[in-house]
């Protein structure tokens, strides 16, 4: 822009006109005050009569400011069209004196007119080139400064409905946890009770300062152990170990729940644990129902059918009375009947097996065991079976020691196992049983070239009453693999499978050597 020393302003002054805005633009916050000034500086910038500020506004055109009219005529006029108000605002400058000469320039701000800056009554009569342009450069300053703060009043306006909808979502979430049926505790970095809802506070009975109101049994590795704090509970948890499914029982009030820590982590860096408790009393008690029925239904059906299976056999043996010998089809239908019979009472006796290790009462011997030899006997139970299907049965058995084991109830996993290796087997195939030693247990393992188990039914094998189905062809129950993963946790071991579907399956079980009698009898109370 070129400025020339003109009558009346020389181009200093007008300098600093300019520079009074610029600066105005950088200390003042409000555009209202801002608008005034540069209404101001341009009427006397371009030595006008009057000068305004036009905003355009959702109806139409409206004056925001004016300076050399009277301010209460002409501020917030408005029309619909920017014409009317410029010739409203040029007949009241003819009434205030004849004023010669209009200029108006626009506001543009993000490619949008947002208005226009006008002054009225030029000294010369009209208003020249050069005014034009300072005028324009006080247009776009203006335009800036407006965009900005109408910027800055949508990102207000923004901020206040996130921080309303962030409260509503918090006070929700808030209600939600407070009267959600699960239990719940927040647990600071070294276990203070930081909150808790309402059924975490019904189900532990919290007092006002936090204090357990029972006694709660807590389900650890070594049996059950009593916790009469918070504190202790706190503890308790974090050992389980992120997601760890722990028991819980309160004998007191006959309550059961299942509890599940989770840590998080806070915006600090600080370690903070949410348990979460749930009421599974009802569950436990029908498991209960459940269990009792099965064990008095299987009590009731063992005596009659073990009085068929009595009497079957002295049929078949020719030794009932003095009958003749049983035509031929007589004797095949007799044996057909002793057969099923037999597996009747094979289930029966699971089902009673099942049931007794799952409620109190049940006790495991423990005696010295040679552990290569109980492999061998139970090869020896299965040979007949191997044989007739023709599988190969190979064994890989160092000479272990002794254990201090249930000799029966081990041997039955180990019978079980291998059972069900030579059934699921097809004709033809490998079933191997190696062992070894470890520092404190023994690893036995059984493994065949049979149809395997996808991943995913790894877990579901261990429970009562799952068949694969693979299996629907093959006699059994499903409670063989539920009882042996019992007998097994009743001597602190574990038990697994690794397989793939079509690649054989490996059943593992490590058992520690000494059956810890007392802890089995705490694990079980
Ligand atoms: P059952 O043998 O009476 O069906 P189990 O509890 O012993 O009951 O086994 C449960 C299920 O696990 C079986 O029905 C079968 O689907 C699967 N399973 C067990 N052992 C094997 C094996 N060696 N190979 C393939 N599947 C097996």
């Not at 181009?11 to 520079?19: C, G, I, L, Y």
């Not at 800036?144 to 006070?171: E, I, K, M, T, W």
């Not at 009030?253 to 860096?269: F, L």
């Not at 035509?327 to 009947?337: C, I, Y």
Request: aromatic share 6%; glycine share 8%.
């Amino acid at each position: 822009m070129t400025l020339t020393v003109r009558a009346g302003m020389l181009e200093h002054d007008r300098m600093n006109h300019v520079f009074d805005v610029l600066r105005a633009i950088t200390v003042l916050c409000e555009p209202e005050e801002l608008v005034e000034l540069v209404v101001n500086k341009a009427q006397s910038l371009l030595e006008a009569a009057a000068a305004v500020v036009i905003l355009r506004t959702d109806q139409g055109y409206r004056v925001e400011s004016a300076s050399g009219f009277d301010p209460g005529a002409v501020v917030g006029l408005e029309s619909d069209s920017f014409r009317t108000v410029q010739e409203q605002l040029e007949a009241m400058a003819r009434g205030g004196g004849g004023w010669e000469g209009f200029l108006g320039v626009p506001m543009v701000a993000a490619g949008m007119v947002i208005g226009a800056l006008c002054v009225f009554g030029s000294p010369r009569g009209r208003f020249s080139d050069e005014d034009t342009q300072l005028l324009s450069l006080l247009a776009d300053q203006v335009s800036v400064v407006l965009d900005n703060a109408r910027l800055h009043q949508a990102l207000r306006r923004h901020h206040q409905d996130l921080y309303q909808s962030h409260h509503h979502v918090d006070s929700r979430l808030k209600t939600v946890l407070e009267h959600m049926a699960d239990g719940l505790l927040l647990f600071g970095p070294d276990g203070p009770l930081l909150q808790s809802n309402r059924a975490a506070r019904t189900m532990l009975e919290l007092g006002q300062d936090g204090t357990l109101g029972v006694e709660i049994s807590v389900a650890g590795p070594g049996g059950w152990v009593d916790c009469w704090s918070l504190e202790m509970l706190y503890r308790l948890m974090v050992a389980a170990g992120p997601g760890a499914m722990v028991h819980l029982k309160v004998d007191s009030i006959g309550r059961w729940y299942d509890a599940v820590c989770t840590p998080s982590t806070t915006p600090e860096g600080l370690r903070e644990y949410v348990v979460l408790l749930r009421d599974v009393t009802h569950y436990r008690r029908v498991e209960d129902l459940k269990a009792s029925f099965l064990s008095m239904a299987a009590h009731e059906i063992r005596t009659p059918v073990t009085a068929i299976h009595g009497y079957l056999s002295l049929l078949l043996s020719g030794r009932l009375g003095d009958s003749a010998p049983l035509p031929g089809a007589v004797t095949r239908a007799l044996q057909a009947m002793q057969s099923n019979v037999e597996r009747l009472l094979l289930l029966i006796s699971d089902l009673l097996d099942v049931t007794r290790m799952d409620g109190p009462g049940i006790s495991f011997n423990s005696t010295a065991v040679d552990v290569r030899s109980l492999i061998d006997e139970v090869l020896e139970e299965v040979s007949v079976l191997a044989e007739n299907r023709h599988i190969t049965v190979k064994r890989d058995v160092p000479e272990l020691g002794h254990a201090f084991w249930d000799q029966q109830r081990v041997a039955q996993v180990m019978l079980n196992l291998l059972s069900n290796a030579l059934k699921f087997t097809p004709e033809g195939g490998e079933v191997e049983v190696s062992a070894q030693a470890g520092p404190a247990a023994l690893v036995i393992r059984v493994a065949d070239s049979g149809p395997g188990i996808h991943p995913s039914q790894h877990r579901l094998v261990f429970e009562p009453f799952w068949r694969g189905d693979h299996a629907r062809q093959t006699p059994g129950s499903g409670l063989g693999l539920a009882i042996c993963k019992r007998i097994v946790d009743a001597h602190l071991g574990r038990i697994w499978v690794e397989s793939q579907v079509g690649a054989g399956a490996t059943f593992i079980v490590e058992l520690p050597r000494r059956l810890e009698q007392a802890a089995v009898v705490q694990q079980r109370s």
